[in-house]
């Protein structure tokens, strides 16, 4: 297992070399010239020359993916061209709010898809297998940014329930523990904190849970379908175990196999920036962050923001892969 | 208390399809007596799995129902329990076998686990006892070192240590029954006799009548007292198994005799019956056996014969037995 695991770390490394090469390729071929977007268009071409010999651009172009890759190894992506500030410290403060995003949206997506798909299976050709399905492919066909803004003109400005946008009510932020406003309010007790938090969250993370449910919804079902005319049902059935036994301990676990590889990639996916709902509810997490980057020709700090995420992704599903052994012991890693 | 265990009664389980209604069992009579065994004989789509899912009341539903007739085990009609009762009966009471090892056990949960969830749901007793009977019960089936066996996986196992988890499952509950369905047919014939003999022992030390669902008539002459031959949803003759050798009443029943190569004759070319089984869902007027039956007359495509009891214990449905359905 060890071994196994060391080995997938070890693959990381071309995987993220590769991401790293094409990235610094499309942004050094596609970007404008960054001494324009730093200087404006009134500078000088002595100005921009000089601040091109000073970011290096002068150089072939291997050298500077070579001076690129040497400073990533020792965690310098560089600095953002709009604030000067460090990349990765600009990624890192935005960070806690998409993983809590992301966090969120899951487990919604996993709770609901999970039970939808299993009522689904058990009572299929049911009104209730035929609506959710018609629910699972509305989930999957609708934008998200459609029904982002549908969410904020019903509950926020006619209901007036739900906060627009935002995380928190502005000087309601918890004590920083991990940078989760949710689990810093409960580490701390702090309950009117979580309240605020819990309002701001709730409907950005159910418009990205929408596609993730609707996938884990379908996914569910047909392994689900499949499993319950599997032997091992009909011996548990045999034991004179309970239906609720039978399909939530005998057949759940052998469905929810596959269901698990949906899951790890929808997580990684999300953890990458929920970029439509992080731009709709203005939630500032790197998604948002990249957005601004991108409009502002940042290319450092879109490079690092794309390498970052990348490597949450990766490493996601390293954990996915790990995650397969507990659950089905035919899977022996070496 | 009787020496009937079990009483089937004109039992009739239909499948409704789409393309029309398929009368799997249609109209079964037999019974057991206690710690007897009984063969159930016939081909496969004769009926005699879905008439053991039928008495375990597991019949996949939709499509499968049972629409008529009753079972009686201990004098207590199993078709009008109420669910909840009926599941404690299944595994604790009655218990089954099945035909594939290999697909039969929870490939996520340990053996010894799945033994013990049986003894848990059954007798109340707590995870450490039932694991503790469930090491027992493997030791019991002569599987090797079965304290550690019991916390291997199945797919750790071979087919036949498989059957031997199954039957060690079946009998944790010392069931009064036991519905073997074609235990052996998916393992080497070394196996096959192994798991038998297995069977055979377990059943003089618990008790257990068992019900053995084969198409393999040396197992019936191994195994059974009694044997019931099945055509077509309907048992067609039932006799002592020295009987049925002996002296086979029913064509059908001669047929699958004939069908047995022997060592000692040398032939061009071995019997086999004509025909294949008819669709269930357009069975002929008469008697189901009869454009198959090489002595088949004319009263025998028009109208089907009853089971009918020719001499006491032995009953037979064909127009051309002395006293039958006559």
Known sequence: MLRYFLKRLLMLIPVLLGVSLFVFLVLHLLTPDPALVVLGQHATAEQAEALRESLGLNDPLYVQFGRFLWDLLHGDFGRSLMTHAPVLEEILARFPATVELALAAIIIATVVGVTVGVISAVKQYSIFDYLSMIGALLGVSMPIFWLGLMM?????????????????????????????????????????????????????????????TAIIARMTRSTMLEVIRQDYIRTARAKGLKEKVVIYKHALRNALIPVVTVIGLQLGVLMGGAVLTETVFSWPGIGSRMVDAILASDYPLVQGTVIFTATVFVVVNLIVDLLYAWLDPRIKYS | ????????????????????????????????????????????????????????????????????????????????????????????????????????????????????????????????????????????????????????????????????????????????????????????????????????????????????????????????????????????????????????????????????????????????????VPNLMHLPAGCAFAPRCPEAESRCHRARPELVEVSPGRKVSCWLVEGGAG
């Open chain 2, 1 to 276: 208390m009787s020496d009937v265990l079990l009483k089937v009664d004109n039992l009739k389980t239909h499948f409704f399809l789409d393309e029309g209604v398929v009368p799997a069992v249609d109209g079964v009579s037999f019974h057991l007596n206690r710690g007897e065994t009984l063969a159930v004989v016939g081909e496969s789509g004769s009926g005699k799995s879905i008439t053991s899912l039928s008495i375990m009341r597991l019949i996949p539903s939709p499509p499968g129902r049972i629409v008529g007739g009753s079972i009686y085990f201990n004098g207590q009609d199993l078709l009008k329990l109420p669910e909840k009762e009926m599941r404690r009966i299944r595994g604790n009471k009655i218990s089954m076998i099945f035909q594939e090892p290999m697909t039969s056990l929870n490939p996520v949960y340990r053996v010894g686990d799945q033994i013990a969830e049986a003894l848990i749901n059954h007798q109340g007793v707590n995870k450490k006892e039932a694991m503790e009977k469930a090491v027992e019960m493997l030791r019991l089936t002569g599987i090797p070192s079965p304290e550690k066996r019991a916390y291997e996986f199945p797919h750790q196992m071979s087919g036949g240590m498989r059957q031997r988890v199954m039957i060690a499952m079946a009998l944790s509950c010392r069931p009064e029954l036991l519905i073997a369905d074609e235990p052996t047919t998916a393992l080497d014939v070394t196996i096959q006799a192994q798991i038998l003999e297995l069977m055979q022992e377990l059943q003089e030390k618990f008790g257990t009548a068992i019900i053995m669902i084969t198409h393999d008539l040396a197992v019936v002459a191994e195994m059974a007292d009694r044997a019931a031959v099945m055509y077509c949803g309907k048992v067609v003759e039932e006799a002592t198994v020295e009987e049925l050798f002996e002296k086979p009443l029913h064509p059908y029943t001669r047929g699958l005799l004939a069908s047995i190569p022997r060592v000692e004759e040398e032939v061009d070319k071995l019997y086999m019956i004509e025909g294949t």
């Open chain 1, 152 to 212: 904020i003109i019903v509950f926020s400005l006619t209901l007036h329930l739900l906060p627009v946008n935002g995380r928190i009510d502005i000087g309601m932020e918890p004590a920083h523990i991990t940078g989760l406003y949710v689990v810093d309010s409960i580490l701390t007790g702090n309950w009117e904190s979580l309240k605020s938090a819990l309002k701001h969250l709730v409907m950005p993370a159910t418009a990205l849970a929408s596609y993730s």
